[in-house]
C-alpha cells in the first residue's frame, strides 16, 4: 500500500520561513518524481514545485520560484520543500505527490496524493 505522508505546515508571519516534508512508503521512491501543490477553498489544486527521480532536475511555479526549494533525499525517502520569503498568499493546504513521470508531477495528476498540511502566513 503506497502512503504519502506529509507534514511541518503552521502559522508563520510573513517574510518568514518555514520547511514541510513528505515521506512516501510502499513503493521505491527513487522510481517516482515529486511534487508539492498546494490548494485554496473554492479553487483548483496547483502546481508548486517538482524534483525528477534522481534530484537532477527541478522545475518551479513562477509564483514560487527563488522563494521555495524542493530537495529530496532517496535514501531517507523524503522530500521536502523549503519556503522563505513568505507571504500571506502562500498561505493554502499543501499537498505532496509521487508519479513515475516527471510530467504527471507537472500537470498536476500524480498517481499517488498526500493528504495535506495547512500552512498559514500572517500579515
Known amino acids: 500500500q503506497v502512503q504519502v505522508v506529509e507534514s511541518g505546515g503552521g502559522l508563520v508571519q510573513a517574510g518568514g520561513s518555514l520547511r514541510l516534508s513528505c515521506a512516501a512508503s510502499?513503493?521505491?521512491?527513487?522510481?517516482?518524481?515529486m511534487g508539492w501543490f498546494r490548494q485554496a477553498p473554492g479553487k483548483e489544486r496547483e502546481f508548486v514545485a517538482a524534483?525528477?527521480?534522481?534530484?537532477?532536475?527541478?522545475y518551479y511555479a513562477d509564483s514560487v520560484k527563488g522563494r521555495f526549494t524542493i530537495p529530496r533525499d532517496n535514501a531517507k525517502n523524503t522530500v521536502d520543500l523549503q519556503m522563505s520569503s513568505l507571504t500571506p498568499e502562500d498561505t493554502d493546504v499543501y499537498y505532496c505527490?509521487?508519479?513515475?513521470?516527471?510530467?504527471?508531477?507537472?500537470?498536476?495528476?500524480?498517481?499517488?496524493w498526500g493528504q495535506g498540511t495547512q500552512v498559514n502566513v500572517s500579515s
Open positions: 505527490g509521487a508519479d513515475p513521470a516527471f510530467q504527471s508531477i507537472v500537470v498536476v495528476t500524480p498517481r499517488y
Open positions: 510502499g513503493r521505491t521512491f527513487s522510481n517516482d518524481a
Open positions: 524534483i525528477s527521480r534522481g534530484g537532477g532536475s527541478q
